[in-house]
């Protein structure tokens, strides 16, 4: 950058000027302190023009900054991470979505269309397991209770593409949703719109 390689070109000036008059330990000749009065005002001019040009630079730099640019605006990493991870959120999100997939999954079976239901099923578990990812206390129940056991079989089912092979699957699978809710004490989560909904087959067509 073009900024720092200003600043990099006062600093050696400023350098040289201290170097000069080190070197000169006896006694020096008065025609040489002169000379070495002269180097060392030329370095601070030279350095003060710099600062200023600096200064310049960075006040052109704050004008064109863009508000929007709220992470490359942050005054270092650590912060933006941070305002990452706030605009991530936890384990609500990817509930969220599983919740929505959850809905279509139900009316796809309806309709028949496997390849709906098995797309949102694989949705459903990349989903919880990002969901644990940000929030590691919720991995050890999400896998016993969900990824590890009931998501292959359910694919399995959804895939085969018999109906009632995969109403069938698909109760189980709701059945483990709501017994992970009780486990991470969320159980007011099973009395929704969602779960009265899923408990019975849609209408092909919605
Ligand atoms: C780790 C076990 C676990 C599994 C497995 C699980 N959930 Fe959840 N679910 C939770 C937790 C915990 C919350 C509350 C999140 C919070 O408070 O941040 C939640 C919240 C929800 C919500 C409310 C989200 C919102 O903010 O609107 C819905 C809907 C939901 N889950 C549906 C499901 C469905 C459908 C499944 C099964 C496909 C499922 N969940 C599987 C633990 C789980």
């Not at 590691?136 to 018999?162: E, K, Y």
């Amino acid at each position: 950058m073009a900024s720092v390689n200003l600043r990099e070109a006062a600093e050696r000036l400023m350098a040289g000027g201290e170097k000069a008059e080190a070197i000169n330990t006896g006694h020096p000749s008065k025609e040489r302190k002169r000379r070495m009065k002269k180097t060392k005002w030329m370095a601070a001019a030279t350095a003060a023009l710099v600062m200023a040009a600096l200064g310049g630079a960075y006040a052109q730099q704050q004008a064109q900054r863009n508000v929007n640019d709220w992470l490359l605006n942050a005054p270092d990493d650590t912060t933006r991470f941070q305002l990452l991870q706030r605009y991530l959120r936890g384990f609500d999100q990817p509930m969220w979505e599983v919740g929505e997939r959850f809905r279509m999954i139900h009316q796809a079976l309806a309709d028949e269309n496997w390849e709906l239901a098995v797309y949102h099923w694989e949705k459903t578990r990349d989903t919880i397991v990002n969901g644990y990812l940000k929030r590691p206390l919720r991995q050890p129940n999400s896998q016993a209770m969900f990824v590890d056991n009931i998501f292959q079989p359910t694919l399995a089912a959804f895939r085969a593409g018999n109906s009632a092979k995969a109403w069938e699957a698909f109760q189980t699978a709701r059945a483990a949703c709501m017994s992970c809710h009780e486990a991470e004490r969320v159980t007011y989560m099973n009395n929704q719109a969602l779960f009265r909904l899923t408990e019975q087959p849609a209408r092909p067509g919605g």
